[in-house]
């Protein structure tokens, strides 16, 4: 299969379970094969975790889900040395981290020591552990799910943790007809149950080494750091995007360019992502947030005062 056919292929199997939510599973799917982590932000109910594992049952390889709660420990994601009385030895048990693709549902629910047991992995693919360092693999894919309503027992992701999430994004309701269709199929079964394997590994690698050789003009990269550096010097913002999010919007946009058929990148595909990539980075000073102001809204000002490069 070429690389165009491995995406359309894992975006309909996707759609299969996920009906109503094409925007949301390319987002998705432009952050996995980029290289990038993805927290999924919605009110309960509108099938964050379906989505999730949608992803995961379409592709042949490893699966683990843990769900933070406030007395999760950091040793139940990354894993415990257990001594072997019959080796007279400390032996290393693997945590759900040292998987392909991880699911962490309600992130928010953990304490931040907790939390901060992600840092690292997301950051540089490795695990520190009692001194000892642990390679992820290479196909390491972080999801993580919060309730932005609900901050009853929740505790809010740091700036670093934040910043280490490639994108930021909700998947909303979908329509009247499209909920209906939903009542429809999952009245005796759950399409998830059915759902199968429709790529592996080798596939996914495939299209990620694609991804990297898109091309990126001077001009585009100028338009992203233009974009980024305007959060940093924009009213209203304590802290702007960092330049990990240049390199997240960049990569993503060659996603995104690679699943139109084209081999370089466009204005179109850094303004599709400019939103789910900036906006859960930027800090915004209380007036702003008293005055009713949001990040989204900052980005779309930002976007329409910058000039697009022809």
Same mark, same amino acid.
């Given at each position: 299969?070429?690389?165009? /056919?491995?995406?359309?292929?894992?975006?309909?199997?996707?759609?299969?379970?996920?009906?109503?939510?094409?925007?949301?599973?390319?987002?998705?799917?432009?952050?996995?094969?980029?290289?990038?982590?993805?927290?999924?932000?919605?009110?309960?109910?509108?099938?964050?975790?379906?989505?999730?594992?949608?992803?995961?049952?379409?592709?042949?390889?490893?699966?683990?889900?843990?769900?933070?709660?406030?007395?999760?420990?950091?040793?139940?994601?990354?894993?415990?040395?257990?001594?072997?009385?019959?080796?007279?030895?400390?032996?290393?048990?693997?945590?759900?981290?040292?998987?392909?693709?991880?699911?962490?549902?309600?992130?928010?629910?953990?304490?931040?020591?907790?939390? #901060?047991?992600?840092? /690292?992995?997301?950051? /540089?693919?490795?695990? #520190?552990?009692?001194?000892?360092?642990?390679?992820?693999?290479?196909?390491?894919?972080?999801?993580?799910?919060?309730?932005?309503?609900?901050?009853?027992?929740?505790?809010?992701?740091?700036?670093?943790?934040?910043?280490?999430?490639?994108?930021?994004?909700?998947?909303?309701?979908?329509?009247?007809?499209?909920?209906?269709?939903?009542?429809?199929?999952?009245?005796?079964?759950?399409?998830?149950?059915?759902?199968?394997?429709?790529?592996?590994?080798? +596939?996914?690698?495939?299209?990620?080494?694609?991804?990297?050789?898109?091309?990126?003009?001077?001009?585009?990269?100028?338009?992203?750091?233009?974009?980024?550096?305007?959060?940093?010097?924009? +009213?209203?913002?304590?802290?702007?995007? #960092?330049?990990?999010?240049?390199?997240?919007?960049?990569?993503?946009?060659?996603?995104?360019?690679?699943?139109?058929?084209?081999?370089?990148?466009?204005?179109?595909?850094?303004?599709?992502?400019?939103?789910?990539?900036?906006?859960?980075?930027?800090?915004?000073? #209380?007036?702003?947030?008293?005055?009713?102001?949001?990040?989204?809204?900052?980005?779309?000002?930002?976007?329409?005062?910058?000039?697009?490069?022809?």
């Amino acid at each position: 299969m070429s690389d165009i /056919e491995i995406y359309q292929k894992l975006f309909a199997n996707i759609e299969t379970v996920i009906q109503g939510q094409s925007s949301a599973i390319r987002k998705l799917l432009a952050a996995f094969f980029s290289d990038g982590h993805v927290l999924l932000e919605d009110v309960p109910g509108t099938g964050k975790t379906t989505l999730a594992k949608a992803l995961a049952k379409s592709i042949d390889v490893e699966f683990q889900r843990i769900q933070f709660t406030p007395d999760l420990l950091p040793t139940d994601i990354l894993g415990v040395s257990i001594f072997n009385q019959r080796d007279q030895d400390f032996e290393f048990h693997p945590g759900p981290i040292f998987s392909n693709i991880l699911l962490a549902d309600e992130i928010n629910r953990a304490s931040p020591r907790t939390q #901060s047991a992600l840092l /690292e992995a997301m950051g /540089e693919r490795q695990v #520190s552990i009692e001194r000892s360092n642990y390679q992820l693999d290479d196909l390491f894919f972080v999801i993580a799910t919060q309730n932005p309503v609900e901050y009853h027992g929740t505790y809010p992701l740091p700036e670093a943790q934040m910043d280490r999430f490639a994108m930021r994004f909700s998947l909303g309701y979908v329509s009247q007809d499209e909920e209906v269709s939903i009542l429809e199929k999952q009245n005796s079964q759950h399409p998830l149950e059915l759902l199968k394997p429709c790529i592996n590994k080798e +596939d996914v690698i495939h299209v990620k080494q694609q991804v990297t050789n898109i091309s990126v003009s001077d001009e585009i990269k100028h338009y992203m750091v233009t974009l980024i550096r305007a959060t940093r010097e924009t +009213d209203g913002i304590l802290n702007g995007a #960092s330049p990990r999010a240049s390199l997240s919007m960049m990569k993503a946009a060659q996603a995104l360019a690679l699943f139109d058929g084209m081999d370089y990148v466009s204005p179109d595909h850094v303004q599709e992502i400019a939103i789910p990539v900036i906006s859960h980075r930027l800090m915004m000073n #209380s007036q702003s947030r008293f005055s009713g102001n949001s990040s989204d809204q900052i980005i779309e000002e930002i976007l329409s005062k910058t000039p697009v490069p022809i």
